[in-house]
T-cell receptor, first 111, second 112 residues
Framework: EDKVVQSPLSLVVHEGDTVTLNCSYEVTNFRSLLWYKQEKKAPTFLFMLTSSGIEKKSGRLSSILDKKELFSILNITATQTGDSAVYLCANSGGSNYKLTFGKGTLLTVNP | DTAVSQTPKYLVTQMGNDKSIKCEQNLGHDTMYWYKQDSKKFLKIMFSYNNKELIINETVPNRFSPKSPDKAHLNLHINSLELGDSAVYFC???????????FGSGTRLTVV
């Protein structure tokens, strides 16, 4: 069965810190690895990674995929209180490419 | 203009009742999904439709029945509601199978 494991489950940091969120996965017929940010309501899309070793970047956020080790990380530099959210990792694969989500990492950024 | 809209946003109902949640997307996407998010924020897929055809039906009680009248709409009907059905239900859509999803804002269902 497809599986996504995120760590840590929760993290508390101070503004300005850099954080690394981890995601490991098991999936047959891998298609992509995705990161989402969820604040109060709907998850919002951050990145989709399909190729190993290529970093995707958006402002202070970046992510990279290692398809050999079945692993992805999400980095946030110079964290701000607005980064406080649950960060969800998901993989797409199997026969129907459904997204399987991890349990998320709750990030709290204190002023 | 909301891309994926769900109604209602909140639903409080008694055990045993039947209720429906509606979802519409105006993105022109081919695939729509229902996910359930429990109190620990774990998102689990329930159903997926591609061009009105059911393609994913996870182990969901048959009290839950999805209906897709056209590719822009995917509704969820729940019969004989139970306490354990209380959760946030998210509708989502994507252009391709496994592509990035656009989520609706969720329906918080509380069964009392």
């Amino acid at each position: 069965e497809d599986k996504v494991v995120q760590s840590p489950l929760s993290l508390v940091v101070h503004e300005g810190d850099t954080v690394t969120l981890n995601c490991s996965y098991e999936v047959t017929n891998f298609r992509s690895l995705l990161w989402y940010k969820q604040e109060k309501k709907a998850p919002t899309f951050l990145f989709m990674l399909t190729s190993s070793g290529i970093e995707k970047k958006s402002g202070r956020l970046s992510s990279i995929l290692d398809k050999k080790e079945l692993f992805s990380i999400l980095n946030i530099t110079a964290t701000q209180t607005g980064d406080s959210a649950v960060y969800l990792c998901a993989n797409s694969g199997g026969s129907n490419y459904k997204l399987t989500f991890g349990k998320g990492t709750l990030l709290t950024v204190n002023p | 203009d909301t891309a994926v809209s769900q109604t209602p946003k909140y639903l409080v109902t008694q055990m045993g009742n039947d209720k429906s949640i509606k979802c519409e997307q105006n993105l022109g996407h081919d695939t729509m999904y229902w996910y359930k998010q429990d109190s620990k924020k774990f998102l689990k897929i329930m159903f997926s439709y591609n061009n009105k055809e059911l393609i994913i039906n996870e182990t969901v009680p048959n009290r839950f029945s999805p209906k897709s009248p056209d590719k822009a709409h995917l509704n969820l009907h729940i019969n004989s509601l139970e306490l354990g059905d209380s959760a946030v239900y998210f509708c989502a859509s994507s252009q391709d199978l496994g592509g990035d999803y656009t989520f609706g804002s969720g329906t918080r269902l509380t069964v009392v």
